[in-house]
C-alpha cells in the first residue's frame, strides 16, 4: 500500500485533515469486523484518541464491528474515565482488555542466532512471539494500529511493531524484548531506528504478522501547554511508514541542550503518571542530558506505587533500582528466580537507575519518602519543592530562579529525549 502522509505543519494538522487521512486510507476497503488496538492513556499525547474515535464513526457507519484493545502491555487497564478522556463518545462496552500473562497465543520464535547478530553477541537466547488471540482471530478483516512514533528507552523509537509485541503481547517477548534493550544498551538505542529490539520485532511482523490485515496509523506530535500538535500522520501496511515516521520525530522530539544538566526539573501529570514504572521516564529521557554529579528532580503528585500490578510492585520494592552492575549481579544469583521470571522488571530496574552518574530525587504526595528511599531514590516533599520548582510558573527549558539557581524544567518527559550535546558529539 501507499503510505499517505499528510504535510507537516508546525501548527499541528487539523482535526478535519486527519479525518481526511483516515478516509483516503479507508478507500476500497469493505471492513465488516474490525480491531483497532490504540496505545492507552499513558500515550495520551499521540492523539491516538481522536484518530481511534473518528474510525470508529466512520466504520460503524458503514455497517462494520469494532472493538477497540488497547495496547496495554504490563500497565493497568485504563478506568471508565480515562477512556471517556481520551477515546470521547466510543462506548465503553466496546473496549477490551489486554492480559499479557494469559490471554495471549504463541506463533512461533525468534531464533538465538538472529538474536547474536543484532547484539553483537550480547544476547543469545530465543525469543517467543506471542499475540493477544484477537490478532489472529480470522473474523477480524481488519486489523488498524494507531499510536505516535517518539524515541523510546527499549527500543530506541516507539510504536509500528512494538504496539503489538508488547502493547499486546505475552510475558516471554516482554520480558526478554526489555532485557535485550537492557543488555546492548539504551544510550545506544534511543532515538534511533534499527536497534537490535527493533529488529527483533521487524522479524517477528515478517514471519508471523504478515498475512494479517493490519494497518498502521503513525503520529509525530509535540505538546506545547499540553495542546497536541500532529505534525505528521503516516498510514501503511507495511514498513515504510514507520521509516519515514522516525526521521520527523528525529527532528521534532529530539532536543540538544548545549552543556549538560547540573539541576534538572521534570513534572510528571498526576492523571497519567502512578508508579515509578512509568514515571522513571523522567530518567529514561533526560539520561542523555544529565552532567555527572547533576541533579534530577522529579514532581511527581500522583505516583503511589511502584510497579503497575503486584508482581512487579513487589520485585521493584525487593531489589530497587542500585544500578546495572549490582542487578545483573541479582539476576545471575540462583535463589533470585522470581527476577529472572520477570526479565521486564529486571531491565526496568536497569533502566531506572543513573549507576551513581547523578542523584534522582521523587517529590512525592501519595507515597512515603520511606518508601521511595527505600528502592534506592532520594525523596523529598511534593508540596515543599513545587512551592519552590512551581510547575504552574516554570517554563520548558532553562529557568532561573529568583536566588539565580539555574534549572531546566521538562513538563512531560514522554514526549521527547533530550541529549547533551557535548556528549553526543563524543
Not at 79 to 85: A, H, K, L, N, V
Not at 223 to 232: E, L, Q, S, V
Not at 244 to 252: I, S, T
Request: one cysteine or more; proline letters at 4%; aromatic letters at 8%.
Amino acid at each position: 500500500m501507499d503510505i499517505f502522509r499528510v504535510a507537516e505543519r508546525e501548527e499541528g494538522l487539523t482535526a478535519e485533515e486527519i479525518r481526511q487521512a483516515l478516509l483516503h486510507a479507508l478507500e476500497g476497503r469493505k471492513a465488516k469486523k474490525v480491531l483497532i488496538i490504540p496505545p492507552d492513556f499513558t500515550r495520551y499525547h499521540s492523539n491516538a484518541g481522536l484518530i481511534s474515535n473518528i474510525l470508529y464513526h466512520e466504520l460503524t457507519e458503514r455497517g462494520a464491528e469494532v472493538d477497540l484493545l488497547p495496547a496495554l502491555g504490563t500497565h493497568a487497564p485504563m478506568t471508565e474515565e480515562q477512556i471517556r478522556d481520551m477515546y470521547g463518545d466510543i462506548p465503553f462496552d466496546k473496549f477490551l482488555v489486554h492480559d499479557w500473562r494469559r490471554d495471549v497465543v504463541r506463533l512461533g520464535e525468534v531464533p538465538g542466532e538472529e538474536l547474536a547478530a543484532y547484539t553483537e553477541g550480547l544476547w543469545t537466547e530465543p525469543v517467543s512471539v506471542e499475540v493477544n488471540r484477537r490478532i489472529m482471530d480470522e473474523s477480524y478483516d481488519l486489523i488498524i494500529s494507531p499510536g505516535q512514533v517518539v524515541p523510546h528507552e527499549v527500543i530506541g523509537m516507539s510504536n509500528h511493531a512494538k504496539n503489538l509485541f508488547v502493547g499486546t503481547g505475552g510475558s516471554d517477548m516482554i520480558n526478554k524484548s526489555h532485557m535485550v534493550g537492557a543488555v546492548y544498551g539504551m544510550e545506544r538505542m534511543m532515538g534511533k531506528d534499527h536497534t537490535p529490539v527493533r529488529k527483533l520485532f521487524d522479524y517477528g511482523m515478517e514471519h508471523f504478522l504478515n498475512r494479517r490485515p493490519i494497518l498502521f496509523v503513525l503520529t509525530v506530535t509535540t505538546a506545547p501547554g499540553g495542546k497536541i500538535r500532529t505534525h505528521g500522520l503516516f498510514i501503511g501496511e507495511g514498513r515504510e511508514c514507520l521509516t519515514q515516521a522516525v526521521k520527523l520525530a528525529q527532528q521534532k522530539n529530539i532536543d540538544f541542550v548545549d552543556h549538560g544538566l547540573k539541576k534538572c526539573v521534570v513534572y510528571l501529570d498526576p492523571g497519567e503518571f502512578k508508579s515509578t514504572w512509568l514515571g522513571n521516564k523522567a530518567v529514561y529521557r533526560t539520561r542523555m542530558a544529565m552532567a555527572d554529579g547533576g541533579k534530577l528532580i522529579i514532581l511527581a503528585p500522583g505516583v503511589e506505587r511502584f510497579g503497575e500490578d503486584a508482581i512487579c510492585d513487589a520485585l521493584i520494592r525487593k531489589y530497587g533500582y542500585r544500578g546495572r552492575l549490582h542487578t545483573l549481579e541479582e539476576f545471575r544469583k540462583p535463589e533470585n528466580e522470581d527476577l529472572r521470571e520477570n526479565m521486564g522488571a529486571a531491565a526496568h530496574l536497569i533502566h531506572g537507575s543513573s549507576d551513581g552518574r547523578f542523584t534522582i530525587t521523587y517529590a512525592v504526595r501519595d507515597i512515603t519518602q520511606e518508601e521511595i528511599r527505600s528502592v534506592g531514590f532520594e525523596a523529598a516533599d511534593y508540596d515543599e519543592t513545587a512551592a519552590r520548582y512551581n510547575p504552574q510558573t516554570l517554563q520548558y527549558g532553562y529557568n532561573t530562579m529568583p536566588d539565580g539557581e539555574e534549572i531546566y524544567y521538562i513538563p512531560n518527559p514522554a514526549l521527547g529525549l533530550w541529549i547533551n550535546r557535548e556528549a553526543f558529539g563524543e
